[in-house]
């Protein structure tokens, strides 16, 4: 598919951009629509708009039978679940925590006055590199936070024996990897908890939403009623708690979500092996693969552009890219700490190294029911044409003062 004949025609040199609407990488999947529709009706039947409603208990049934886990307690995002699992563990001190990662993930930490201490990932797999984490241990140290990035298991095993012999706690940011399995058992059922995002953006959403996986029942007790308030009954507060209740409108959406999820789960998949099909031959280009043994929801395509093969670098990529209305984008760039609520607790020693290194060769591309097969063949030779022409397109981008 020949989408620009010569260079003056990308819309980064002024031509017109090859989709005249945006590609999104986190455009959401909606679902039936009639069906979440009837549900709303429901609720406004039921006048019951939230507080642990009909539709947040059932979707809580449905999520806790597909995890196989004993309780899943539904939040309203992501992070206020990271944070209640921080608190609920009774966490002080310092936690180990990746640096590559979305910045949730330190921010639940740091709000909860703790400490994040950034660990460096295996750039195999982005996730927490699991032999840098025990010199990491200090006195301090009261828990490992393992992020699962692109839905890609953490070395559980590993980690596991790491908590066990140096007796700390081991928890997961989950927020990517819904529906994904580890050793043949779903994400959910490791560690004391793990916190799933069920943000817009995710493949599986709520609109905004989340929610704590564990099989510790007192540990699930302790989330159920800090979510609302600390209350455990009319006028009988017992601990200190915060507002993290989901509403009936988001759980219907789950609901609904949860009946369309293979048929999402599909779609990524064909438009990961659409891209792989397209890109993988390149040199320069390295995809994040998943290993099809197991559950996945291939809700990422993810890419690492080696410049010192592709003669481009992912930053120019990414301009060329967003000029056409492909917003791909740099997650996770930089890593968190390199961000300023962090630049104390990293002294920049080279000790992220690995995570600095992907950080910044990392692009994720649009997917999801929101991009047809076409429309990634055009987005893939776009990067093909960019690459070829590299040496073209970086001498104009020089000479038109358009690069830095
Ligand atoms: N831990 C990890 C590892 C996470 O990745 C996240 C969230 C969390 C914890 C925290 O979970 P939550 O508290 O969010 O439940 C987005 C999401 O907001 C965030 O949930 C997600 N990770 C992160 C990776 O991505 P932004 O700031 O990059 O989103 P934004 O607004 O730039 O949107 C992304 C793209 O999606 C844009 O191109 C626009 C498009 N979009 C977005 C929305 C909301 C739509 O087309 N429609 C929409 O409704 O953070």
Redesign the pocket.
């Known amino acids: 598919m020949e989408i620009k004949k010569n260079i003056d025609e990308l819309a980064i040199m002024g031509g017109p951009s090859l989709f005249p609407n945006?590609l999104?990488?986190?455009?959401?999947n909606i679902g039936d629509i009639k069906t979440f529709h009837g549900r709303v009706d429901k609720i406004f039947e039921n006048v019951w708009l939230t507080n642990n409603g009909p539709f947040v208990r059932e979707l809580e049934d449905k999520i806790a039978k597909f995890l196989g886990v004993k309780n899943f307690i539904s939040v309203s995002?992501?992070?206020?679940?990271?944070e209640m699992a921080a608190r609920g563990l009774n966490l002080t001190g310092e936690v180990i925590v990746p640096s590559f990662?979305?910045v949730?993930?330190p921010h639940?930490l740091k709000w909860m006055g703790i400490k994040p201490v950034f660990c460096d990932i295996d750039p195999n797999t982005h996730n927490i590199d699991p032999q840098k984490v025990e010199s990491l241990i200090t006195p301090d140290t009261s828990a490992i936070l393992g992020?699962h990035?692109w839905g890609r298991p953490c070395d559980i095993e590993m980690l596991e024996r790491i908590s066990l012999e140096n007796n700390i706690k081991l928890y997961f940011?989950a927020?990517?990897a819904f529906g994904c399995s580890y050793k043949d058992r779903m994400l959910g059922n490791y560690g004391l908890a793990e916190?799933f995002?069920?943000?817009?953006?995710?493949f599986f959403n709520t609109f905004?939403?989340?929610g704590i996986a564990t099989n510790d029942d007192n540990l699930a007790e302790r989330f159920r009623l800090m979510r609302n308030f600390g209350f455990a009954g009319y006028d009988n507060v017992i601990g200190i708690g915060i507002n993290a209740k989901m509403t009936e409108v988001c759980a219907a959406m789950g609901l609904t979500g949860l009946e369309g999820i293979d048929g999402f789960i599909s779609v990524n998949y064909q438009n990961y092996k659409s891209y792989m099909n397209e890109l993988q031959s390149i040199d320069g280009i390295k995809f994040v693969e998943y290993n099809e043994a197991e559950k996945n929801n291939y809700q990422y395509v993810v890419i690492e552009v080696d410049a010192s093969k592709t003669g481009i670098s992912r930053d120019d990529l990414i301009k060329i890219l967003h000029a056409e209305n492909v917003?791909a984008?740099r997650?996770?760039y930089p890593g968190c700490h390199q961000m300023s609520p962090y630049e104390d607790v990293c002294k920049f020693d080279n000790s992220l190294l690995q995570t600095e290194i992907i950080a910044n060769r990392v692009i994720s591309l649009p997917t999801g029911t929101?991009i047809t097969r076409d429309e990634i063949k055009k987005v893939c030779s776009l990067i093909k044409f960019s690459i070829e022409n590299e040496v073209a397109i970086r001498t104009k981008l020089r000479t038109s003062g358009n690069q830095n």
């Open positions: 945006k999104h990488v986190g455009r959401p995002n992501g992070t206020l679940g990271l990662t979305f949730a993930t639940s992020v990035v940011d927020a990517h916190v995002s069920f943000h817009a953006t995710k905004e939403g989340g917003l984008r997650y996770f929101g």
